[in-house]
């Protein structure tokens, strides 16, 4: 009997579909450093009830102190979240106008949390509500670096520039009248055409991307103060959001495909998915990409809009092992992602959030969900609730498809097929773990001419199946459990040549 043990390459549709190991199609999938792993359930974080419209922007702001506050904002007010309820913290002044798809930004400068959505006024607060800052000019980014905060593609009442970009003076906030001595200037990258579409911290640098270039701001101090260096290349973002800092670099979405840029030059990390990117995303939509960074995992995932501009459907790269994986609309319809600090659950809360024992809800024992501190990917949902992904895979429905594996010249009998774990899923959670096998018969098909000829039931980790033809390829369905699968083994027998 023939063996062959394939490693798990990813998710890579552009790939000769005879590449060993690859994935064609999935959803629930996440890349792990050996492997793919399942996504949790949304799990609504505790306590907390729904926003009372519909979320335009979300962070998590850190205090000079390390405190922390949940700010949310709708089109028309700004909340901050306690552990039970939302609290209205939009300025005195009243209400904002916002717009039809404005969405709110924020950063952090010192213990000031600044807000911005380019139509209302810019706001600040360091705790309560929120006010304007009365010299700010309206802006659609912000961005705190070298003691100052940045605006970009900004309107100061008299000029209005989505190409332009604005500082407030060193060290204070509240001031941005243009001043050469206090740092508070402003100006334009005309280099390249259009509006600038992020701008992200990188060290004590400000990269700015445009749709289709990106600059290197570097701060010098008088009388230049910031100096602008155009990357090479007809690389940009596509939304603020869309850019993710992992620490020493950038990994974003652009309008061809994904890039990372540590400062130097940007590299493509998408060779196996770029055609299917430009082709799945329509372009005049993929301003609405959103993207939300794990941490712990070394994940970055990717809210990508269907045809009618949802966020429905997820895609995910692991930049440690270089994997990517399709989570599919196992990701649940979003408005709005960020990473979520958990506040932590103490044992005298749990009558406070939960009646009995069986209320509580089936999460991992050592899940970040516990720990005070940890930080999660999380994301508004539909219906205007916070949720956080879980370490359980409860109600996801995961499964993956394999490329192709035959011959043209041979039969061959596929016999038993093991699969490979790191993390074993337990023997009760075994009950929907199957392995299908779809037959062609030709090698020049396309993926819906694979006819399904039957199935295994995956105990133990095998599934002995009896099926003979040129080409086949497998599907499998993945247990509601925590499991790191890296690979699978082949068992089979040559029936002959042609």
Not at 210 to 231: A, D, F, N
Request: hydrophobic share 35%.
């Amino acid at each position: 009997m023939n063996k062959v043990d394939i490693p798990i390459r990813g998710f890579a549709p552009d790939l000769d579909y005879a590449t060993p190991g690859i994935i064609v199609e999935s959803t629930g999938l996440l890349p792990t450093i050996n492997g793919v792993t399942v996504l949790g359930e949304n799990v609504n974080v505790t306590g907390l009830p729904a926003l009372a419209a519909a979320s335009r922007g979300a962070v998590i702001a850190r205090k000079l102190d390390d405190s922390r506050r949940l700010i949310a904002g709708t089109r028309t007010k700004l909340y901050e979240a306690s552990t039970s309820s939302w609290t209205d913290v939009t300025r005195v002044s009243g209400d904002y106008v916002g717009g039809v798809e404005n969405r709110w930004r924020f950063t952090q400068f010192g213990n000031q949390t600044i807000a911005t959505n380019r139509v209302d006024e810019m706001q600040e607060s360091s705790s309560g509500a929120f006010d304007d800052l009365a010299t700010a000019p309206k802006a659609s980014i912000v961005e705190a670096v070298g003691q100052q905060i940045m605006a970009f593609d900004y309107n100061d009442g008299v000029n209005d520039y989505p190409d332009g970009w604005y500082t407030c003076a060193v060290g204070n906030s509240a001031s941005w009248t243009p001043s050469i001595a206090t740092g508070a200037v402003n100006g334009r990258l005309t280099d390249t055409p259009g509006p600038i579409r992020a701008g992200k911290r990188l060290g004590d640098n400000i990269i700015v991307y445009k749709e289709r270039s990106m600059y290197i701001g570097q701060q010098e101090g008088p009388p230049i103060w910031w100096r602008w260096q155009l990357v090479p290349g007809e690389i940009g973002a596509v939304s603020q959001e869309a850019v993710v800092n992992v620490g020493t670099a950038h990994i974003f979405a652009a309008m061809d495909g994904f890039y990372y840029f540590d400062g130097s030059r940007p590299v493509p990390i998408d060779a196996e998915i770029r055609k299917w990117y430009n082709t799945v995303v329509f372009a005049q939509n993929k301003y609405k990409i959103r993207a939300s960074h794990d941490k712990a995992r070394r994940i970055v995932l990717f809210y990508l809009p269907d045809s009618a501009g949802s966020l429905s459907t997820g895609l995910a790269y692991n930049y440690q092992s270089n994997m990517w994986t399709k989570v599919g609309n196992a990701i649940g319809e979003t408005q709005v992602t960020l990473e979520y600090i958990a506040p932590g659950l103490a044992y005298d809360d749990l009558g406070t959030f939960y009646s009995t024992y069986d209320n509580l809800p089936s999460i991992a024992y050592d899940s970040p969900f516990w720990t005070a501190g940890a930080e999660q990917i999380a994301k508004f949902n539909s219906v205007n609730r916070l949720q956080v992904y879980s370490d359980t895979s409860f109600n996801v429905f995961t499964q993956f498809f394999t490329g192709i594996y035959g011959d043209d010249t041979k039969y061959r009998t596929l016999k038993r097929i093991r699969l490979k774990y790191n993390i074993s899923p337990d023997l009760d959670d075994e009950l929907t773990h199957r392995a299908y096998v779809y037959s062609l018969g030709r090698r020049s098909g396309t993926f819906a001419d694979y006819e399904l000829r039957g199935y295994g039931e995956i105990s133990e980790g095998k599934a002995d199946v009896q099926f003979s033809d040129k080409f086949f390829r497998l599907r499998f369905d993945l247990p509601s459990a925590h499991l790191e699968l890296t690979g699978y083994t082949l068992y089979w027998e040559d029936d002959g040549d042609e």
